[in-house]
Structure formats: structure tokens, C-alpha cells
């Protein structure tokens, strides 16, 4: 209540109170506290007296209007012109109540209240109607599809911007609205396009897709749909719909290219399949057999086979358990191999196992494999013959066998060459020395007074003896490797062997490192330079002997060439001592190659292979 006076107030208060029950009323009596309580008090309607103290009705109604609040308004006053009365009004008054007439102030805020609340539901659904037409507009406008309407006579009566960018199959005439459909249609189709009105007017729906060549090569694809529109049970006019759909197209283009192309890849992995000697099988993921190849039909066939449809349908981890090996736990052994590769436990399993005949001895591998990929679940079970194979492996060992029987024979052969020269050298050598001291002690013995003049040649004797026997033993004691290295020990040998025999040795040793061997291949190619310096000074009669040694590329290489008489290519391998030198190699995985042509020296290339 706008009031300025406490009794007035008091009396429209009394009026109300006999009609609205609970009834809660807020005095403003100016300007500030009638602001302050349109926030604060939040009224349901407004009682404005007339004219208060530098502050009216009128101002009253505008700040009420001013903070957007549809209240009733209701002045309540006890004078009023009715020009004054009608002005009010027409700024947005509900009503006027003449103070001395408040028995009607009851029924002038009910119907205030009423038409407030209904102007309040018309807005609200006028805003509704509003933001629906909005949404639908948007809808509309910002669909992935295009739409035009027209009526009956083809007369376009609306279309969206996504209709007017589908239009690009006539790049003469942009659609508009009010024009006939059939001035953007190509002439050529325009009787067919008729057709389709014509069915669509008959109440069809007619759905086609058609492809556009465009400017720049490509192919574009349009989905139409041509429905009617219905009203009241009548057909008032027609909707075309267009979609793109370019991407769809190239997909089915795609995927039915790549159907094609599996297709064509699947016959030729069956052809391949098909070409392979080992039988195979594959099975699901419960290891039942789906499909097999000719060569397990085949199999099947030469083997008598018993069943249907040559196992396929059949759980093969149940057969593995009957029929694979000598004995059933071969069987089983499969069988859960079999499993453990169903269930992804293992990557692979691989069994070998006997299939004999009565006329036939055979070996077959059996390899189980997990399908790679996704769209297939099981194993590929391949049995591949191997019969072939170990019997190569049999002779193979056969062959080592008695190859390493040679290697043995030879080897004591020439321990017991050795322990003959060794012998000879005894023989020859330091028990002739022994036995010449021996024969000049006995003189000095008969004749004590020789014994200055026989005493000095006993001691040279017995030095001679010693130096023989130290030879002897150098040759036949490993090497410290520890102590020197193997090229020292090779310009040892040079010395004590070659040069001592007269001839000229070069060594050339600028590619070789020696941290790069063994100590063991250390002491097996000490021997080798050994064995064939021995052979150079028994046989070579050479002048000059050249040494190579290199490391390169991971492969050790010694090289010994001397310009003696040499020897032909069919004498080269009869030898004892090269013998002897290509078993020492061979324990490294190296080869030992030999040049040599009679009158055009000897060469001796070894070649190691090192980490």
C-alpha cells in the first residue's frame, strides 16, 4: 500500500481483511520505502493513493513498470478526475477505486489478478510459440540435410540454405521461393520428374539416389526423398529431402573393393594352402577341425581313412588323444599342447613324432599356431613330413661320426709320428752325445792322466745333451701365453725354427689385434705355426716364408706362404700334419684353405671367425 495516511489505510486494510484470509500488508508511505519493498516485500498487488508528498500514483506506476513486474496496479483515491482516471489507466493501471466506494475494491483485484495471470500465461506461451519457431528455424536451417517445400503446382514455397547448395546440378538458375521447381531441373529429366510428382500427389513417398559429376573430376551423391504434405486429411503440397551422401558411397565403393580384394586374397591363400606338402588343419576356438587342405585329404585317403567328411565337424584334441605317438602319453602330450595354444597360454607347440607303415618308415613335426587377428579365433595345425630330414640328419651324424673317427686316427697318428721323432730325436741326437761322454769318461778312468786334456770335451757334451733335451721339450710344452704375447712367441718360432734352418721370414701384422682371441685359439694357432714351419723345413726347401696376421670384419686370418718347390692339388690333403691342422681349426668353426702348385710354393690361409 502506497499511503500517506495511517487511518485511511487502517480502514482499506479492514475492507480486505473480510475477503482475503491470510492477508499480509506493507505500508510505503514515500518513494524510498515504496522501492525498497517492491524487492523486499515482493507484493502480489499495489494499492496507490493518489498523491503523497513529493511523490504520486503516477510516478509510482512507472518505477513499478520500470523494474518489469506485471503486479496489478490499483489506485485507491478519494477524489479523481475521470480525464485524470482515464490517463492512469492507459499508462498501465488495472483500475481505479474511489475511497469512498471500497465495498468494490475486493472484486477490482480479483479481476486485476485474473488478468494479469492471463496475460502472464498468453506471454509465456507466445514465448514459447517463439522460441519453438526459433528452435525449428534453427533445426531447420542447420540440418546435414536439405529441405524445400512447395505446393501442389510445383510453386517453391520455402527451402533451407542446405537445399540451396544441393542445387549444383543447375549451374544456370539459383532456386527461389515462388518460382516453379521445374526451371532448376535439366530438361532431360524434367519428365521424370513429374512422374515422381505425380506418384508423390497420389499420396507415395518416392526415394532415389543419383550421382552429379562435378567440375573438378569428382563424383557427388545425393539421397532424395519426395513425401506429400499433409493437412486435414489432404495433400496441400510436397517436401523434398536431400542428403549427402558422397562419404557413405566411397565407403561402400571401399569396403566392397576390399571385400572383393579378401575375396581374391582368400582364394589365393586357399590355392596356396592347397599347394603346400603339409597337411593342415584349422581348428576353432574349441578345437573343433573347421577346414583342412588337399594334402590332408590326400593323407586321409592313401591312409584309409574311417569318418565323415575327413574329420571336419570333429573335436581334434579328442583324436589327438587317441591316435598321435607310440604310446598315449604322446597323445596327451598334444592334446594339452593343443589347449595351451587355444587358451593363449603358449605362443607356439611342436611335437615330433613316428608314423610308420609296414612298408614305409615316417617322421612328421607337428606345429600348432594361434590365428593372428581379430575376426578368427582358433589354431592352424600343420603336420609336415620330415622323414626326409632325418635321414639327411642320420647320415649327417653318420658322417661326423666317422669323419671324427679320421680326426681321432689321424690325431694319434701323429702323436705316435711325434713320440717316433721324439725318439729318433733322443736316439739321434743326446743318447749319441751321452754315449760319446760316456766312452771319454771310461778312457779318463783308465787313464786318470787324460783327464785335463778329455775332462773339457765331456762338459761341452753334456751342454750339447742339455740344449738338445731343452729343444725337444720347447717344442712339445704349451706356451705361456700369459707371459708373452702370441706374436712374440711367433717371432720366437721364426727364430728358433726358420731362421735357424736359413731362411728369411717376414711378418706383417699391422690389421691384428690380439685382445680379440681366445686363449684357446691362441694356443691352437701356435701349433698350427708349429706344424707348419715343421713341414716348410722337412719338405719346402724354401728361401723365404712370409706371415700374415689380421682381424678384420670379425674374422681372424693367418696366412703362411713360402717360395719353396710346393706340391700338387691331389698330395695337398694326404698329409698327416695338414690333417692335424684342419681338426685344430675345425673346433673353432674355421676353414683352412691351401694354394700350392709344384715349383710355385705353398700357401696356408686359415680364416677363425671371432666376437
Not at 563424383?219 to 493437412?231: G, K, N, Q
Not at 599347394?275 to 576353432?284: M, Q, R, S, V
Not at 598315449?328 to 593343443?338: H, N, P, R, T
Request: proline letters at 2%; a negative charge; hydrophobic letters at 40%.
Amino acid at each position: 500500500m502506497l499511503e500517506d495516511s495511517h487511518t485511511d489505510a487502517e480502514i482499506v486494510q479492514r475492507v480486505l481483511k473480510r475477503d482475503y484470509q491470510p492477508c499480509i500488508f506493507h505500508l510505503a508511505m514515500s518513494e524510498e520505502s515504496f522501492i525498497k519493498a517492491l524487492d523486499s516485500f515482493q507484493p502480489d498487488v499495489i494499492l496507490a493513493d493518489n498523491s503523497l508528498p513529493q511523490f504520486d500514483a503516477a510516478k509510482a506506476l512507472i518505477i513499478t513498470r520500470q523494474h518489469k513486474l506485471e503486479i496489478p496496479f490499483i489506485m485507491v483515491t478519494g477524489t479523481m478526475s475521470e480525464e485524470f482516471a482515464a490517463g492512469i489507466i492507459k499508462s498501465g493501471a488495472d483500475d481505479y477505486i474511489l475511497k469512498d466506494r471500497l465495498a468494490r475494491l475486493p472484486a477490482a483485484i480479483d479481476a486485476a489478478l485474473k488478468q494479469r495471470s492471463s496475460e502472464k500465461e498468453k506471454k509465456e506461451a507466445e514465448q514459447k510459440i517463439l522460441q519453438s519457431e526459433i528452435h525449428l528455424r534453427a533445426i531447420f536451417e542447420n540440418t546435414s540435410e536439405g529441405f524445400l517445400l512447395m505446393d501442389t503446382d510445383g510453386i517453391v514455397k520455402k527451402l533451407n540454405s542446405k537445399a540451396g547448395e544441393y542445387s549444383f546440378f543447375n549451374q544456370d538458375r539459383e532456386i527461389q521461393v515462388g518460382h516453379p521447381i521445374y526451371d532448376f531441373i535439366e530438361e532431360e529429366r524434367k519428365t521424370v520428374f513429374k512422374k515422381i510428382l505425380s506418384k508423390v500427389l497420389e499420396g507415395n513417398t518416392v526415394e532415389y539416389q543419383r550421382s552429379f559429376e562435378m567440375g573438378d573430376g569428382n563424383t557427388r551423391w545425393l539421397d532424395f526423398s519426395v513425401t506429400p504434405v499433409w493437412e486435414s486429411g489432404n495433400i496441400n503440397g510436397i517436401c523434398i529431402s536431400g542428403r549427402d551422401i558422397t562419404a557413405q558411397k566411397t565407403a561402400e565403393e571401399k569396403l566392397n573393393k576390399n571385400f572383393i580384394e579378401k575375396q581374391a586374397l582368400a582364394q589365393r591363400m586357399s590355392a596356396i594352402l592347397n599347394t603346400l606338402p603339409a597337411n593342415i588343419a584349422l581348428l576353432n576356438e574349441n578345437g573343433i577341425i573347421v577346414d583342412i587342405n588337399d594334402a590332408w585329404r590326400n593323407f586321409a585317403d592313401d591312409n584309409g581313412f574311417i569318418g565323415n567328411n575327413y574329420g571336419i565337424g570333429d573335436d581334434y584334441i579328442v583324436i589327438t588323444k587317441k591316435s598321435v605317438g607310440n604310446g598315449k602319453a604322446d597323445g596327451l602330450a598334444v592334446a594339452e599342447g593343443i589347449e595351451s595354444v587355444l587358451k593363449d597360454k603358449v605362443k607356439e607347440f611342436v611335437f615330433e613324432y613316428a608314423c610308420h607303415s609296414p612298408a614305409l618308415k615316417r617322421w612328421f613335426r607337428m606345429v600348432v599356431s594361434p590365428l593372428q587377428g581379430k575376426e578368427y579365433l582358433g589354431a592352424v595345425v600343420m603336420h609336415i613330413d620330415i622323414s626326409e630330414i632325418r635321414k639327411l640328419e642320420k647320415e649327417r651324424l653318420e658322417n661326423k661320426i666317422n669323419e671324427q673317427k679320421k680326426v681321432t686316427k689321424a690325431m694319434l697318428q701323429a702323436q705316435e709320428n711325434e713320440r717316433n721323432a721324439i725318439g729318433i730325436e733322443l736316439h739321434d741326437n743326446v743318447n749319441q752325445i751321452l754315449v760319446g761322454t760316456n766312452m771319454l769318461l771310461r778312457m779318463v778312468k783308465e787313464n786318470p792322466k787324460k783327464i785335463e786334456e778329455l775332462l773339457p770335451s765331456c762338459i761341452e757334451n753334456i751342454k750339447s745333451a742339455i740344449q738338445e733335451n731343452r729343444k725337444i721339450a720347447h717344442e712339445l710344452v704349451a706356451p705361456d701365453l700369459g707371459a708373452e704375447t702370441l706374436l712374440q712367441q711367433l717371432f720366437r718360432l721364426n727364430q728358433t725354427m726358420l731362421e735357424t734352418a736359413g731362411m728369411e721370414t717376414f711378418t706383417l701384422h699391422d690389421d691384428y689385434s690380439e685382445t680379440l682371441l681366445s686363449d684357446d685359439l691362441k694356443l691352437a694357432v701356435y701349433r698350427v705355426m708349429q706344424e707348419q714351419y715343421t713341414n716348410i723345413i722337412k719338405h719346402a726347401n724354401a728361401r723365404k716364408v712370409e706371415i700374415t696376421l689380421s682381424t678384420i670384419a670379425n674374422i681372424f686370418t693367418l696366412r703362411i706362404i713360402d717360395d719353396g718347390k710346393g706340391m700338387l692339388n691331389n698330395n695337398i690333403t694326404n698329409g698327416i700334419g695338414l690333417r692335424n691342422i684342419k681338426s685344430r681349426i675345425s673346433v673353432f668353426e674355421g676353414i683352412v684353405n691351401i694354394e700350392s702348385m709344384p715349383d710355385k710354393g705353398f700357401a696356408l690361409n686359415i680364416e677363425v671367425p671371432i666376437l
